[in-house]
């Protein structure tokens, strides 16, 4: 599997329209998505992996897991390196170094992008990120539709794996927090933006 492929970027900004005439919140904004082409060109960053990312006044906080240390510590110094960003919190977990964890993120992967009801989502980034930590798998990520949804979580349930928690979301659950104003998420006259890689 193409390790660039395996790069899902999505933008999930939680901000109020009418604030983002604020100067603060567009540098924020530009900033995560600067963030998100950093993240999106590392080709270590596979469909294993999991990582989100939050700007708040120039302040960038990584968070998620990874399955190789070098893989947070790398991706710390090339955000470090965006102009305007003022520091970067590194939050990044390390998944376990586990043979029988790295059987099942393969067989599961296999399972899910062999099927035929997933092919569409080899043509592009793939989108579902499968994080496997002691036998105890998450999906992650974006389908089209809930149909898609079940079907992965179905598939992942048959390879083994002591429980599935699936956390796709289809484009509509992505996007309704944008369509909302959600002034409880305003930082000192700012608003926090996240995003999801």
Known sequence: MNRTA???????????T???A???????????KDVSTIVNTYPYYTIFDDVMASVDNGVVTLTGRVTMGYKSQ????????????????????LLPASQLDDNLR?????????NTSFMQYNNVSAPIHIIV??????????VTDNVDRMKAHSLAVT????????????????KAPQEK?????????????????
């Open 133 to 142: 930590d002691h036998g105890r798998v998450t999906l992650k990520g974006i």
């Open 159 to 174: 390879t083994g794996a002591f429980t599935v928690t699936n956390e796709l979301l289809t484009p509509g659950e992505v």
């Open 74 to 93: 790398t991706l710390t110094e090339r955000v470090s390196k965006i102009n305007g960003v003022r520091k970067v919190r590194d939050e990044i977990g």
């Open 181 to 197: 104003e959600r002034p409880c998420h305003c930082h000192s006259n700012s608003f926090k933006h996240r995003q999801v890689i």
């Open 106 to 114: 393969h067989r599961i992967a296999r399972r899910i992008y062999g």
């Open 18 to 20: 009418s604030a983002f």
């Open 6 to 16: 395996a790069v899902l970027v999505t933008i999930v900004t939680l901000m109020a």
């Open 22 to 32: 604020n100067p603060n919140v567009k540098r924020d904004f530009s900033l995560l």
